[in-house]
């Protein structure tokens, strides 16, 4: 790679411009730290810069955000402008924006406050509360590069396009309808097929709790982002993970919806047409409650009017009262809800902490009374299969293409490889395979009302979301844990769980404890003596619990109760 290269230059300049939009007063006084100094720049790292008035908006969640905003207690305007600066500074931090649009965003927030002032009431649900996005999304005004440097100054890649600037998403038309400010959008890896963030506009995304480690992908930006509080909630996409994992790997929350139900209208993405897996948009935040505010009030803007994809399926109260009646029924000491166990699906071992975190869990279920299974599906090796033929129907060709357009090089490794498309009667052959491994997987769902006790299969499943804690950078390289429920088109939802200890996951000196389990992998774990362990230390550990197909009202109810149950065994370690 040539130091010259007109591409890089490019890049480069992408990336200066971005930086310039930050104005000078929220531009740190003095160089970040490195890594090896100061690993986390969560909580009181970033406070610093930041006024006790800011810190409280910030904190704030998605719904306590709303209540103030959508009230007239708090002011739009000052929210959006703390949202800005904590997103400025994240940006400095950890790279995690494409791009920048606070006076814009500030402007609407001025909008949004003249109309409460004459109305005395809010324009929607989301009024005044700030929304990040994943540079997928078209924003009027605003560039989508994706990652790609052949798209800078471009509507995709399309020169003289005159949708540039000019396109907005279905998604972006709902949430201005709901009230809700967009300010930035956020890093991804071009392609949007790794598990890293990573592209030759903004360099590297770290993970902001350990600036040694990756925040995951594709979604990345939007986890960093999150995570250091500069977003209240977000949106990103996912084909193969690219929610759940952002999402585990930052400490947050994180919905995949199954396919249908978030209109994709307008958005850019790779392998458009491909549809043997769809990806989907799915809400990231710091708590449970806020996806379901996101995903309800765009569901309220009836989606399947404007996309031709989504189906009418508006929220589903009945369904998320059922579910807290499960719920009720167990704090009372009654309980009928029943979830499977999959430690591992018999491909790759897990990493201490991840072994340690789904531990938490299934200690959690058992101590309220939950019937716990262990999960024995159809082989997981199939759908790795199948996600990994569909991943590569084209050989390539959309990101050759993608990446022909300024001649620039891969910056990360992709789930996607360079071969031979598959023919029309392969790809037929793989619907139909893929459809019957469905068939599989949803006979052996409904098996465990044998096993359960509860007169219904398990309520939902409990699994890794990743063989490893927030991945040591260039070393992701299995999908298999958050691709499966996309080939089946599973509801999941991504939860925080705890923090990787070098001083708790480690090898003990009897090797015939259970925790010397053949499904964990001590080699990779302190594969050079204790260097990994160490560099590690302090990641974040998620898991996720997947439902069948169209369950988000009942995930998103499980998760809240159970994401606070799972803190609260957490805490009494």
């Known amino acids: 790679m040539s130091v010259n290269s007109p591409w890089l230059a490019k890049g480069e300049a992408k990336r200066q411009s971005i930086l310039d939009t930050i104005p000078a007063k929220w531009r740190l006084p003095n160089p970040v730290p490195p890594a090896t100094e100061v690993r986390d720049v969560t909580g009181s790292y970033i406070q610093q810069y930041l006024s006790e008035r800011e810190i409280e908006i910030t904190e704030s969640d998605a719904v306590d955000i709303a209540a103030q905003t959508t009230t007239g207690r708090w002011t739009a305007v000052e929210v959006t402008e703390a949202f800005c600066h904590r997103a400025a500074l994240a940006h400095q931090l950890v790279s995690c924006l494409h791009e920048i649009f606070f006076d814009a965003a500030i402007e609407d927030a001025k909008k949004l406050d003249a109309y409460f002032a004459e109305h005395k009431a809010p324009i929607g649900p989301l009024h005044g509360l700030p929304v990040s996005l ?32 000019i396109e907005e998403s279905e998604l972006v038309r709902e949430l201005r309808n709901l009230g809700a ?3 930035c959008k956020t890093s991804v890896p071009a392609t949007l097929m790794a598990g890293e963030t990573v592209n030759h506009i903004i360099g590297y995304t770290w993970n902001p709790k350990n600036r040694l480690l990756s925040c995951g992908g ?25 929610v759940r994992i952002p999402a585990g790997y930052n400490f947050l929350y994180g919905l995949r919806p199954s396919s249908g139900r978030m209109p994709y209208q307008g958005v ?3 392998m458009d047409g491909q549809n043997t897996i769809l990806s989907v948009i799915g809400p990231l935040a710091p708590t449970a409650r806020s996806l379901a505010l996101l995903f309800k009030t765009v569901l309220s803007q009836q989606p399947w009017y404007h996309d031709p994809l989504v189906l009418e399926l508006p929220w589903r109260d009945a369904l998320v009262e059922e579910t807290r009646s499960w719920i009720e029924q167990a704090k009372a000491g009654n309980s009928t809800l029943a979830f499977g166990m999959m430690h591992w699906d018999g491909i790759t071992r897990i990493q201490p902490p991840i072994a340690r975190g789904l531990k938490i869990v299934e200690q959690t279920l058992k101590r309220l009374g939950h019937k716990v299974i262990t999960w024995n599906p159809p082989s ?16 390539g060709a959309d990101l050759k293409h993608h990446f022909g357009l300024s001649g620039e090089s891969k910056a990360v490794q992709v789930i996607v490889d360079e071969s031979n498309p598959i023919s029309i009667s392969e790809l037929a052959a793989l619907n139909v395979a893929k459809r019957e491994y469905q068939k599989q997987y949803m006979d052996y769902w409904n098996s465990t009302a044998e096993l359960t006790g509860t007169g219904r299969p398990v309520d939902g499943l409990f699994c890794p979301l990743a063989p490893h804690a927030a991945v040591i950078p260039t070393q992701f390289n299995y999908v298999g844990y958050t691709s499966f429920v ?17 001083s708790i996951d480690v090898r003990a000196a009897d090797a015939s404890v259970a925790e010397l389990a053949d499904h964990i992998e001590w080699t990779f774990w302190l594969m050079r003596g204790t260097d990994d362990a160490d560099t590690y230390h302090g990641a974040p550990i998620g898991v996720q619990l997947v439902g069948r197909r169209l369950q988000e009202e009942k995930m998103l109810t499980l998760a809240e109760y159970l994401g606070g149950e799972i803190s609260k065994t957490v805490e009494t370690k």
């Not at 996309?486 to 070098?502: E, Q």
């Open 218 to 242: 594709s979604s990345g930006g939007e986890g960093a982002l999150i995570a250091l509080r500069g977003s209240p909630a977000g949106f990103g996409t996912d084909i193969g993970g690219s």
């Open 134 to 165: 994943k540079d997928q999304f078209h924003v009027k005004g605003v560039e989508t590069t994706m990652g790609y440097v052949g798209w800078i100054g471009t509507f995709q890649g399309a020169k003289d396009d005159p949708r540039f600037r």
């Open 268 to 270: 850019a993405n790779s």
């Open 486 to 502: 996309n080939i089946l088109d599973y509801t999941s939802v991504a939860l925080p769980v705890t923090f990787a200890d070098k």
């Open 181 to 183: 400010v967009l300010y």
């Open 380 to 395: 997981h090796a199939t759908a790795g299969t199948l996600s990994s033929e569909a991943f590569n129907m084209d050989g």
